[in-house]
């Protein structure tokens, strides 16, 4: 690390104001603040107030995501291999989801990274960190089958609308990644539902089985079949049990399906301290309080899931523990995180219930919470400085 210090150290000068190479300061910047610890604070925008700069904190979230993610591209080749009625080793099925998600994880950072690169040149600042952890995000929470021109198009669209046009990291007032999905959702409505998106069925350099699929197979994932029927069934049509449910073997976006590898993602944040275990915890509250709600009123076949089903299908825990704690969106205040995780869980099961067409709530919830966050805090604000007027008044 001495040596790669050293040497930048030496090339600096050349990217400094007058240097041959100005032009690209903020790219230069950007490599050396992403390998070393800067020496300097951020003067506005900071959403980090200790010793641990931005780019240290949103490198942990992306190492929290690595498991579903791992566990993502597994379940995509076990999905394949599976609706084909073929087994295969597990470097075999681990390789063929390897090969199917690697493209997307490609395309969302090269867009994504090249829009802010370009935007921090032409403002002529430094490039800013948050699409690190979006970059990730973006292809977990999209079907294995989404094409790559139109998962360009979608995250082009959330990094210049959803986040530079507010200023850049720290300004956006909705979550990039859920941007990206929604924009996919409304754009381009055949590649994010329905029965052809959630399992690859194509062989991928020389992988994967050619032939007819199984008898029985459904590419639906269970929160669709839950429209229709309580008794959900994986690809193949097999009874799921609950525990089939948190291991996370069905089809549905590719880092959303396994409660345990999120479960895991969710203790490192937590133990490092950049998420909030108050907003975890009440997206859970809510959710399960309002499924049980539900389950009284038993007006249709979503409503008759039982909670736990509510809350290990779908993007629920995803959302939950990695979109509804985004420093960024989320309110501040204490009190407020209570407030704006429970009204999430709230929401994302009234709109699974409500609405059977759109059996997924979560991206709804948490984009309609992020316009309420900065109402939440000012609420929250106003009420403590006029229970501190009252307080000084009295004293008087």
């Known amino acids: 690390m001495k040596a790669l210090r050293n040497f930048l150290d030496k ?116 490039i800013q960190e948050g699409f690190l952890v979006s970059g990730m995000l973006i292809p977990l929470i999209v079907p294995v089958e989404c094409p790559l021109w139109i998962l360009a198009v979608a995250t082009a669209f959330a990094v210049i609308f959803a986040k530079e046009v507010f200023g850049g990291t720290g300004y956006n007032i909705f979550n990039v990644a859920l941007i990206t999905r929604a924009f996919l959702f409304f754009a381009y409505p055949s590649k994010m539902s329905g029965e052809s998106v959630w399992i690859s069925q194509d062989p991928i350099c020389g992988l994967g089985s050619t032939n007819a699929l199984v008898d029985g197979f459904t590419g639906a994932t269970p929160l669709g079949q839950a429209t229709a029927t309580t008794q959900l069934t994986d690809a193949i049509g097999s009874g799921m049990s609950p525990m089939d449910m948190i291991l996370g073997f069905y089809p549905g976006s590719i880092g959303e399906t396994s409660v345990i590898a999120i479960g895991i993602g969710a203790i490192i944040l937590l133990w490092t301290g950049i998420a909030s275990w108050k907003i975890m915890f009440s997206v859970f509250a809510g959710g399960i309080c309002t499924a049980l709600l539900f389950n009284a009123i038993g007006a249709n076949e979503v409503m008759n899931l039982p909670w736990y089903e509510h809350i290990f299908l779908g993007g629920f825990c995803f959302g939950a523990v990695f979109m509804a704690t985004d420093p960024v969106t989320a309110p501040r205040t204490e009190c407020g995180k209570y407030i704006y995780g429970f009204m999430i869980g709230f929401i994302a099961i009234v709109v699974r219930c409500l609405n059977p067409g759109y059996p997924e709530g979560m991206m709804l919830a948490i984009l309609l919470m992020n316009v309420f966050a900065a109402l939440i805090d000012y609420c929250f604000v106003q009420h403590n400085i006029k229970k501190r007027l009252n307080r000084v008044a009295i004293n008087k």
């Open 11 to 126: 090339v600096k000068p050349s990217f400094e104001e007058g240097g041959k190479l100005h032009a690209f300061r903020s790219v230069f910047d950007g490599f050396e603040t992403f390998l070393f610890v800067p020496n300097t604070v951020a003067k506005r925008g900071s959403h980090i107030h200790d010793c641990i700069d931005s780019k240290r904190a949103m490198s942990m979230v992306v190492i929290a995501l690595i498991p579903a993610l791992l566990f993502g591209m597994y379940n995509v080749g076990f999905q394949h291999y599976l609706v084909h009625g073929e087994e295969a080793s597990f470097l075999a099925t681990f390789f063929y989801g390897f090969l199917a998600v690697l493209p997307k994880i490609v395309v969302s950072y090269v867009v994504g990274l090249g829009i802010e690169f370009v935007a921090a040149q032409w403002k002529g600042e430094e």
